[in-house]
């Protein structure tokens, strides 16, 4: 049996090794001198990585559940031959542009029921149409222009209505419209595009048994909720909880807060859109429409910046502009573990481009999100 050749360097110091040596001493001399401050340090991650369980598992948001039943719900649709009908559907406007038409089955998916469950779904359907690498990149980006989660719709309709806000025509332009003009827009940037015939496809329906669909598409959310979305968001809330304990996270958020002032979006929902999630995001918008509500002890909270302005005649038009900027932004894949750690997460394994460009996507998905919900907000404002 022969022996494993030496690596002649092996002697020689590498530079991760001083990189090493560097970290080991660091970290005696916090826990000798630091030990409070580094125990804490750990404490505020593991809190932080909790909310993810509180949010998906124990909460009474009961978001896990929600997903175990979007995938079950989308992989029903996709029996009854929805991925079809969409494709024929879809297919004349995307051979106009020159662009599979798949690229556009996760962010319908993503309207009708979760970002994370749209990916388990499309995700198989890009890469059996053909998609090209460029094709995918597309898919994700486009992915980002909907809402993670369909109650964010439902608590958005509500607080446009609450705000005096005519809801079909911020529906058509801020969510159905992008669909098709997003993939138009990001077809400059990434060229390696094609059209497909109807004929060149393959059928997506498939022949699942009744009780195998249901009980398999339960699991596979299960699979989803627990494989992906907990471990991807667990280790962005971390990285917030350290940020949060150097007194660096409100920073973040109040400089976060001035710009999406500027840009015509609600700075207290926006925020919570981008750090925390676009359902709760919706529902504290239509807490700050509600006015002053009464305490556990009889007192009254503060009116929220938002109700004031709705409360003086001059301002109302500048409110309105906030509440729609608001709904456009929230209905996306932000927050930021979205595009940092559950898309990669879901649509990693599936796809044939890599991590860091599933990564690069979908904060380019966001990015575009963003910008256009601010265009939205102005050109609404125009007419408000």
């Given at each position: 049996?022969?022996?494993p050749a ?49 949010y ?11 997903i ?55 995700a ?18 486009t ?16 607080a ?25 827009i ?31 598409s ?7 909720v627990?494989?992906f979305?907990?471990?991807?968001g ?72 938002l109700y ?64 256009y ?12």
């Amino acid at each position: 049996m022969s022996t494993p050749a030496k690596e002649m360097d092996r002697k020689k110091w590498s530079p991760i090794e001083y990189v090493g040596l560097a970290v080991l001493v660091f970290s005696l001399i916090c826990i000798g001198f630091f030990n409070k401050q580094f125990s804490g340090l750990f404490d505020a991650m593991f809190t932080r990585s909790y909310k993810m369980f509180e949010y998906y598992l124990f909460g009474a948001a009961k978001l896990g559940a929600t997903i175990v039943v979007s995938v079950m719900t989308g992989r029903i649709l996709e029996r009854l031959g929805m991925t079809d009908a969409l494709m024929r559907i879809f297919l004349p406007i995307m051979k106009y542009l020159k662009i599979n038409a798949s690229v556009v089955i996760g962010v319908i998916y993503n309207i009708l029921g979760d970002v994370n469950a749209a990916g388990k779904i499309a995700a198989p359907v890009v890469m059996k149409a053909g998609a090209t690498k460029d094709e995918q990149k597309i898919a994700i980006a486009t992915l980002c222009q909907a809402p993670c989660s369909f109650s964010i719709i439902v608590l958005g309709l509500m607080a446009l209505t609450a705000a005096g806000v005519n809801p079909l025509p911020v529906m058509v332009v801020g969510v159905f419209l992008p669909i098709v003009v997003i993939p138009a827009i990001l077809k400059l940037f990434w060229r390696d595009t094609k059209a497909v015939e109807i004929e060149d496809l393959p059928r997506f329906t498939p022949d699942t048994g009744v009780m195998d669909l249901i009980f398999g598409s339960a699991r596979e959310g299960v699979n989803v909720v627990v494989l992906f979305i907990l471990p991807a968001g667990c280790a962005v809330f971390a990285i917030i909880g350290a940020l949060e304990y150097f007194k660096v996270w409100p920073l973040i958020t109040g400089s976060v807060g001035g710009i999406l002032q500027i840009m015509g979006i609600d700075p207290a929902t926006g925020v919570d859109t981008i750090f925390t999630a676009g359902t709760l995001a919706m529902k504290n918008l239509n807490l700050s429409l509600g006015g002053p509500v009464a305490n556990a002890d009889g007192t009254m909270t503060a009116a929220s910046a938002l109700y004031t302005m709705f409360s003086n005649p001059e301002s109302i038009a500048i409110a309105k502009k906030l509440a729609v900027g608001s709904f456009v932004l929230a209905n996306s894949s932000w927050p930021v573990q979205v595009p940092l750690g559950q898309i990669p997460a879901v649509w990693g394994p599936i796809l044939d481009i890599t991590t860091g460009e599933i990564v690069w996507a979908a904060v380019v998905g966001c990015v575009i999100r963003l910008l256009y919900a601010a265009l939205c907000a102005q050109l609404f404002g125009l007419f408000l």
